[in-house]
């Protein structure tokens, strides 16, 4: 009896690795579509805020429907429709608008807070929200598998997750760079950088024991050893570094050397020895881990470029303002507008890169990859990112939000690695206690659906409850 439960346990384990592994992607277009609710959903929210269901729309529960749902649903059951999705989320808003009136007491709360940017909360938060839900969904069937993380080339929609998570995280850092504290020298600045680094690293430590434990690693992703809470503790150290040249180069510079830098090495025989080299130390081990940081590097570098934008606090001055004929008008319009100029030129390299990619005999050369986060991935999730940023930006100058936002995604928000850490632990005890590879629609629905929730509890209670925040 008990060799034959280990039997299936072993069978089972098998079938999970089968399951993850050989994807190779969907469509960029699907990827922004499902993503896409995000922008609708805030659309809506803004609207029903300032109308007489203002105080309705402050609760957890208003919240996770409006936000969350759309982005469960996309993922799963409604993967094929997810346009549609969209299109009647922003259909009712429409309506709600042009049916009601403003409440007084909308116009009495004015609108945000000086200085603070709903759009950005919205932005990270959704996006933290759509990788929670990825990483538990992703083993259900009824999560398409054209949206699980390809194996070496391609794109999908956990793909573009843990890259748009870098990529916030440069965002808001680029408010440290912009108003630096005077008088503070390089090696404190260094210091700091590795002592807020230690607890993610500990973090990577403890999730390899975890996952080491009950046999669940994915070798191909990162490696033996590796895990991305390595690559999200080691980014701060070496961006200080790159910061102290910071006054003489441009981010934006810096990010595209590293960038195109690691693609010209990948050319050069790096890419084959990633994917072919046996792990005969720990190097060899961790290479993707290991190569693919220069990526991650670059995109985190690009985010704090772009985060100078949305930081900036006049961007009238700026030749691209000027460019634009918007040197006069408001500086949520500029933002939006200098954020979509950079998400058009990043889509029209991509679009040549993959031109060249479909005339060329070595086409693995240009093809997308995540798993050594080359030049094509990082042109990708830069662009993605800025598209969807500048997207809840215009939302934003149609329809300014009230004080800091949605109040769950602010929670979230505020609260971000924890709730991802939270998010990860939840995983981890489903997979335990179920075989999420035989669950029914009905059944893989309200475990995705109870999870989420939970989820979101979290961040909500500690910020909202008790106004606590977690810094790691």
């Not at 896409?36 to 300032?50: I, N, Q, R």
């Not at 003489?248 to 890419?271: E, R």
């Not at 606090?313 to 100029?341: D, M």
């Amino acid at each position: 009896m008990y060799s034959t439960i280990m039997m299936r346990d072993e069978d089972y384990k098998r079938a999970q690795e089968e399951w993850v592994s050989n994807c190779t992607g969907g469509s960029i277009r699907e990827i922004l579509a499902v993503c896409s609710s995000l922008v609708a959903s805030h659309f809506l929210w803004t609207v029903l805020s300032k109308r007489d269901c203002n105080p309705f729309v402050k609760g957890f529960w208003i919240q996770l429907f409006v936000y969350i749902v759309p982005v469960l649903a996309n993922q799963t059951v409604l993967a094929d429709h997810a346009s549609l999705v969209t299109l009647g989320i922003l259909s009712v808003g429409f309506l709600v608008s042009m049916t009601t009136s403003k409440s007084e007491q909308a116009a009495r709360d004015g609108t945000s807070q000086t200085g603070y940017k709903p759009y950005l909360t919205v932005y990270r938060a959704g996006i933290m929200m759509v990788t929670c839900l990825a990483i538990l969904a992703v083993d259900f069937p009824i999560f398409p598998r054209r949206f699980a993380k390809v194996e070496t080339f391609g794109t999908s929609l956990m793909d573009v997750g843990v890259g748009a998570v870098v990529f916030s995280s440069g965002i808001v850092s680029s408010r440290a760079y912009l108003y630096q504290i005077p008088g503070e020298t390089k090696m404190l600045a260094l210091f700091k950088a590795i002592r807020s680094a230690l607890p993610i690293l500990t973090l990577g430590f403890a999730r390899f024991v975890l996952t080491k434990g009950v046999d669940y690693q994915h070798n191909s992703e990162y490696g033996l050893h590796w895990n991305f809470f390595f690559t999200l503790g080691f980014l701060p150290p070496f961006v200080t570094l790159a910061s102290f040249l910071y006054k003489w180069v441009p981010f934006s510079v810096l990010g595209l050397a590293i960038a195109i830098g690691y693609q010209v090495a990948l050319s050069q025989g790096l890419q084959g020895w990633i994917l072919e080299a046996p792990r005969v130390d720990m190097i060899s081990a961790n290479k993707e881990g290991i190569c693919s940081f220069a990526g991650y590097l670059s995109i985190f570098l690009l985010g704090l470029d772009s985060g100078t934008v949305v930081f900036k606090k006049s961007l009238s001055n700026t030749l691209e303002s000027r460019w634009l004929g918007l040197s006069k008008g408001s500086n949520t319009k500029q933002v939006a507008a200098q954020l979509t100029l950079r998400a058009t030129l990043l889509w029209t390299v991509l679009g040549c890169w993959r031109f060249l990619a479909e005339n060329n005999n070595d086409e693995q050369a240009f093809e997308v990859s995540r798993r050594m986060a080359n030049l094509p991935y990082v042109i990708w999730v830069v662009a993605f990112s800025l598209t969807l940023l500048a997207s809840l930006v215009w939302i934003e100058d149609y329809n300014p939000s009230l004080a800091r936002g949605p109040e769950l995604l602010d929670a979230v928000n505020v609260n971000g690695l924890s709730t991802f850490l939270w998010a990860n632990v939840l995983t981890g005890l489903v997979n335990l206690s179920m075989r999420t590879l035989y669950a029914s629609t009905t059944t893989s629905l309200l475990v995705c659906f109870g999870y989420i929730t939970v989820v979101s509890l979290l961040p909500w209670i500690m910020w909202r409850r008790f106004g606590i925040r977690v810094k790691l």
